[in-house]
């Protein structure tokens, strides 16, 4: 009863370094989520992928963010040289389709990321 | 004009006691509604969907009005492990798949 797996669980990086955060989705879901939650702020919507495809990208911020769904393995959201500013706990969900009844999004146990 | 829009709270009752949260939404074009519930700022955990004609689960009740573009969650009979933070969720589908979360209403319940 596997559900959305992320790791690392915790992270840290000095500023300038890259961070790698790994999602693989429940088994049966094709439809990968990502979204932030800066400390004390609600959850946001950053990115929406497909395998092979970005669907919806328009929570990414426009630099240093990039992600992907391969073919074979998990989702990678990649932060380039992190700031401070990028510390947040990174979720990762997933769903079955897009379509109405098949939306309902599943969360990961997130990734805490700390930049020192 | 917050897309979701929550009292945050904290809601701070005795165990029994029955609790109402409610949530309003900008755009009428969402098409679902979601109530997720977040303990201590660890992964979000579906609560239960939201539907015109409303939905039960337990002492769980939500109901939505779109005309008002307003959603409800009643909670009968609190216990302790009630405790979170509860997230109001909208999805404005169109092939989207986008989920607006509100920024949650702390429920504390107390001995």
């Known amino acids: 009863n596997a559900g959305v797996m992320q790791n690392p669980r915790h992270l840290v990086r000095r500023r300038g370094q890259e961070a790698r955060l790994r999602c693989s989705p429940m088994k049966g879901h094709s439809h990968v989520y990502w979204y932030r939650q800066l400390p004390e702020e609600g959850l946001k919507f950053m990115v929406y992928?497909?395998?092979?495809?970005?669907?919806?990208e328009s929570g990414m911020p426009k630099e240093r963010f990039s992600a992907e769904f391969p073919k074979e393995g998990p989702s990678i959201l990649r932060i380039q040289q992190v700031v401070r500013g990028d510390s947040a706990a990174y979720f990762c969900?997933?769903?079955?389709?897009?379509?109405?009844?098949?939306?309902?999004?599943?969360f990961g146990p997130g990734t805490r990321l700390l930049v020192l | 004009r917050k897309e979701v829009e929550q009292d945050p709270g904290p809601f701070n009752v005795p165990e029994g006691a029955t609790v109402a949260f409610n949530c309003t939404y900008s755009?009428?074009?969402?098409?679902?509604f979601f109530w997720y519930r977040q303990d201590c700022r660890k992964e979000p955990k579906l609560l239960m969907s939201v539907y015109s004609s409303g939905n039960e689960d337990g002492r769980f009740t939500a109901q939505l009005n779109r005309a008002s573009q307003y959603i409800s969650l009643l909670i009968r009979d609190s216990k302790l492990s009630d405790s979170a933070t509860y997230l109001c969720?909208?999805?404005?589908?169109?092939?989207?798949?986008?989920?607006?979360f509100g920024t949650g209403t702390q429920l504390k319940v107390e001995l």
């Open positions: 969900a997933s769903s079955q389709a897009g379509g109405v009844g098949q939306e309902t999004q599943y």
């Open positions: 992928l497909q395998k092979e495809n970005i669907i919806d």
């Open positions: 755009n009428s074009a969402s098409q679902s």
């Open positions: 969720v909208v999805n404005r589908g169109g092939g989207g798949n986008k989920l607006t």
